[in-house]
């Protein structure tokens, strides 16, 4: 029979173009979410980090944005380069252990 | 600097043989995670090591799986028998235990096949 997996949301974008990733995240005890991209025979790499007590955070060429109201986590890449194509995790930090816990996943895929 | 250093990179083995893999942490991280990442089931966390002291095993799939950290420095996850639905790639990450800001570090993986 057909194996299911994980259905990865997918997103392309123009090189060029900023991409939007989002995730909604569970707990709204969590005070530290990671953003991590993670290219194909490799480990997810650290892109960037907001704390709960933040709503925005930039870095180079990146964007983490923070609403905890509705628990909604957003990455902006601008100008985005096919450098760029990989799978990108959100990550949540419960206030109370060392636990980071891990959303499915969305893919982006640069187009040059 | 060395990131975190896993151990083999990939892995072919039949089904009922022992699997040892390894991972080096980032030096000065105390904290040391063991997942698991498939198709089906994303990243799931395995066990965790505070002070090469075990934390939380609750992921482990079952008896077969086990992990040690007899050092700051070393770790290993062991499967025993190995069956084919173990096949996955498994990540070592190491972080810095009590800094409310410290993401965890990642290693690129060994990519397991059990036949």
């Known amino acids: 029979g057909e194996s299911v997996g994980l259905h990865l949301p997918t997103l392309s974008v123009q090189e060029g173009d900023n991409s939007i990733i989002n995730c909604a995240y569970s707990?709204?005890?969590?005070?530290?979410f990671i953003w991590y991209k993670q290219e194909s025979g490799k480990g997810p790499q650290f892109i960037i980090d907001?704390?709960?007590?933040?709503d925005k955070r930039q870095g180079q060429r990146v964007t983490v944005l923070l609403n905890k109201t509705v628990k909604h986590l957003s990455l902006q890449i601008a100008a985005t380069q096919p450098g760029d194509s990989a799978v990108y995790f959100c990550a949540e930090k419960f206030s109370s252990g060392n636990q980071f816990y891990f959303g499915t996943g969305t893919s982006l895929t640069v187009i040059p | 600097d060395a990131g975190v250093i896993q151990s083999p990179r990939h892995e072919v083995t039949e089904m009922g043989q022992e699997v040892t893999l390894r991972c080096k942490p980032i030096?000065?991280?105390?904290?040391l995670f063991w997942y698991r990442q498939t198709m089906m089931r994303g990243l799931e966390l395995l066990i965790y090591f505070n002070n090469n002291v075990p934390i939380d095993d609750s992921g482990m799939p079952e008896d077969r799986f086990s992990a040690k950290m007899p050092n700051a420095s070393f770790s290993t996850l062991k499967i025993q028998p190995s069956e084919p639905r173990d096949s996955a790639v498994y990540f070592c990450a190491s972080t810095q235990q009590g800094a409310l800001t410290q993401p965890q570090h990642f290693g690129d993986g060994t990519r397991l096949s059990i036949l």
């Open positions: 907001i704390r709960s007590n933040m």
């Open positions: 707990n709204s005890a969590s005070d530290y």
């Open positions: 030096s000065g991280h105390n904290s």
